[in-house]
């Protein structure tokens, strides 16, 4: 597919940025393989294609595959900005509906294994999109890693995603529990992906979001379902996103709601976390393990 590459979409001049006006939001999961790659990219052009200026970051470290859902080729990545090489403003990519794609690295070590001089030059270099989008998006490695955490503490909003699937539900209240452990105030929502039913996805959804809040205090938005469907491993075989390749599946719909569903009431956007904010998070915040009861 042929997209901008190397285009400088974001606003270099820092004096011109409008501080904490852009929303972070991490998306997560439990369990790998649930469908956070694809949700994430496809949310990112639903709201992109609504003219929100959205950023995605492939921040799984260990293996990127934004890219490759998108059926794209960037010549650049993280790895060139840890290193100094290039700028973000150098690396990203312009997608579909003017998506800002910022194409992770396989292979990077985890952002808490990174060398600290690597790991400030990547958080330093994201400064550049404060302000200058409305939603930066992070799609990040399954599980509960000290990066993921990080990613989340640091944004202050994630968007968990599970399927009906016990193994899966059980990981995403693990995931919970472990974030509810570090005590910082994370607003969090919830996607049921890949569900036959849709009875069966909101009961998913309902039960645990009664059973964070019962046994967490946690208070869990179920944004909504994604149906299985046939058309997002299509789209992924094809490397065409489905918001672009099957914008009419039942799986595209859901996601079009989804966004509706996270800009709703936020006209502007409902600011949790600034980027700024959340590069500060990521700069000051030392991960100690925490002795989950
Ligand atoms: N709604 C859906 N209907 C049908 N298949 C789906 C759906 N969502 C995801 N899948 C399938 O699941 C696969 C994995 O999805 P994806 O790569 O987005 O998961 P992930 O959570 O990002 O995985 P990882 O943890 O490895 O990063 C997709 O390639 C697709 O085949
Ligand atoms: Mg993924």
Known sequence: MNYNTNSLIVNKNYSN???????????????GGVGKTNVAVNLGLSLARRGLRVALLDADLGTANVDVVLGLHPRYHLQHVVTGQKTLSEIIVEGPFGLQIIPGASGLPDLADLPEIQRQMLLQALL???????????????GVGQSVIQFILAAGEMLVVTTP????????????????GYQMPVSTKLVINNVQHRNE???????????????LGRQVEVLGVIPSDKSVRDAVKM???LLQSRPYSPAARAI????????????????????????????????????IV
């Open 17 to 31: 940025i409008q501080p904490f006006r852009s929303r972070v939001l991490a998306v997560v999961s439990g369990k």
């Open 128 to 142: 550049v999109l404060d302000g200058a989008v409305d939603l930066l998006l992070i799609d990040t490695g399954a």
């Open 165 to 180: 699937e016990p193994t899966s539900i059980t990981d995403a209240y693990a995931l919970m529990k472990v974030v509810s």
């Open 201 to 215: 996805g909101e009961a998913t959804g309902h039960k645990l979001a009664t059973v964070a809040h019962q046994f």
């Open 239 to 241: 490397q065409s996103p």
């Open 256 to 291: 079009n709601h989804l966004g509706e569903q996270l800009w709703a009431g936020s006209p502007g956007g409902k600011t949790v976390n600034s980027v700024g904010k959340f590069l500060r998070q990521m700069l000051s915040l030392k991960i100690m393990s925490i002795a």
